[in-house]
């Protein structure tokens, strides 16, 4: 079973980077990468998803190295309203019961 | 709005009661996944239905079931409750079962239903 494990928290100012690393050593070969972004009350919302190397969209990047044993979200000047916690899913693999494994999120706190 | 609905928003209850929750998926999405997230906790993967039909199990109590319908909704019936179990619980739904396997399928979760047990 793929466990996954995200620091707790992280915080930034307005206009900086944020990179968020999720460690997953034990992905499978046909796993994907999610992350989802979740606001106070409210269900996450997808974010961004990779297999391996980069993906960029218009709001965050995902880096993914050779061995997929971790994958960093990266948030580009990030403002007040990217505060949340962020949660990286490795996906279910046949071998693990087709059980999606969550992180223990990471709650961004960005400051003026 | 994610296009997934879910009834009732919020459920008060009693220990030793049982409760279903309700969770009406987009349109078109087969699948169907349930979490929980207890306070300022992450989400557990309960379980998962598609077209009717449970494809993966996760860390759900035994007192705690769930069924995909033919029209697709699905419903979490909860069962001799414990105030352990006051929790928000979240549905999903993805356009197939490979969430997490396949690209683009990703899941749009609902709003919740927050449970409270006293």
């Known amino acids: 079973l793929a466990k996954t494990t995200q620091p707790i928290s992280m915080d930034s100012y307005e206009g900086q980077e944020v990179n968020i690393t999720c460690s997953h050593n034990?992905?499978?070969?046909?796993?994907?990468i999610t992350w989802y972004q979740q606001f106070p009350s409210q269900g996450p919302r997808f974010i961004i998803q990779?297999?391996?190397t980069k993906v960029t969209t218009e709001v965050a990047s995902l880096f993914i190295p050779a061995d997929r044993k971790s994958s960093t979200l990266s948030l580009p000047r990030v403002s007040l309203s990217d505060t949340a916690v962020y949660y990286c899913?490795?996906?279910?693999?046949?071998?693990?019961?087709?059980?999606?494994?969550f992180g223990g999120g990471t709650r961004v706190l960005v400051k003026p | 709005d994610s296009g997934v609905t879910q009834t009732p928003k919020h459920l008060i209850t009693a220990t030793g009661q049982r409760v279903t929750l309700r969770c009406s998926p987009r349109?078109?999405?087969?699948?169907v996944y349930w979490y929980q997230q207890s306070l300022d906790q992450g989400l557990q993967f309960l379980i998962q239905?598609?077209?009717?039909?449970?494809?993966a199990k996760g860390n759900i109590l035994e007192r705690f079931s769930a069924q995909q319908f033919p029209d697709l909704h699905s419903e979490l019936n909860l069962s001799s409750l414990e105030l352990g179990d006051s929790a928000l619980y979240f549905c999903?739904?993805?356009?197939?079962?490979?969430?997490?396997?396949?690209?683009?399928?990703?899941?749009?979760f609902g709003p919740g239903t927050r449970l409270t047990v006293l």
């Open positions: 239905y598609y077209n009717g039909e449970e494809r």
């Open positions: 990779g297999y391996k």
């Open positions: 999903a739904s993805s356009a197939s079962g490979l969430a997490g396997l396949a690209p683009y399928n990703e899941q749009f």
């Open positions: 899913l490795v996906g279910g693999h046949k071998a693990a019961g087709n059980k999606l494994t």
């Open positions: 034990n992905i499978a070969t046909n796993d994907y």
């Open positions: 349109s078109g999405d087969l699948s």
